[in-house]
């Protein structure tokens, strides 16, 4: 197993609290400071306190989707500050398509295994600098 990711802040948005929660909790264990929301509309700020390294978003969520909500975080942070994964039960090729238009990193399919959550963590995340 890699080395814990202590430098990671993740944050986690998904309607759906169990899911919200298990994802959180994961990243925690994988040593990452993580938060949560299940109100997408609260993700913005969410981010703008939190500052957060890497976003894992569903997409299927009311008032704002997922996809929508990368475009408002892309437009406002850009491609390189903060990385965007879809974790979602959205994964045909249109729904791939869609998402890499929005600005996503990842496309992860629901149930996504930890080692798979982790990977994508090691890929996106750059390695710790420094001692």
């Not at 802040?9 to 298990?22: F, I, K, T």
């Not at 997408?40 to 703008?48: D, F, Q, V």
């Not at 500052?51 to 975080?73: K, N, S």
Request: hydrophobic share 40%; aromatic share 6%.
């Amino acid at each position: 197993m890699p080395p814990p990711l202590t430098d990671c802040r993740a944050l986690v948005v998904d309607d759906n609290g169990d899911n919200a929660q298990s994802l959180w909790r994961l990243l925690q264990a994988f040593g990452c400071k993580a938060q949560f929301t299940t109100d997408p509309l609260k993700a913005l700020g969410a981010i703008e306190e939190f500052r957060p390294h890497i976003v894992f978003l569903d997409i299927g969520m009311p008032d704002i989707d997922g996809y929508q909500l990368a475009h408002h975080i892309r437009a406002k942070h850009g491609k390189e500050a903060i990385r965007l994964v879809a974790l979602t039960g959205y994964a045909t090729g249109n729904d791939r398509a869609r998402g890499r238009v929005a600005g996503f990193d990842a496309h992860l399919l629901k149930p996504a295994s930890p080692e798979l959550i982790e990977s994508t963590l090691t890929q996106l995340l750059p390695p710790k600098r420094g001692g």
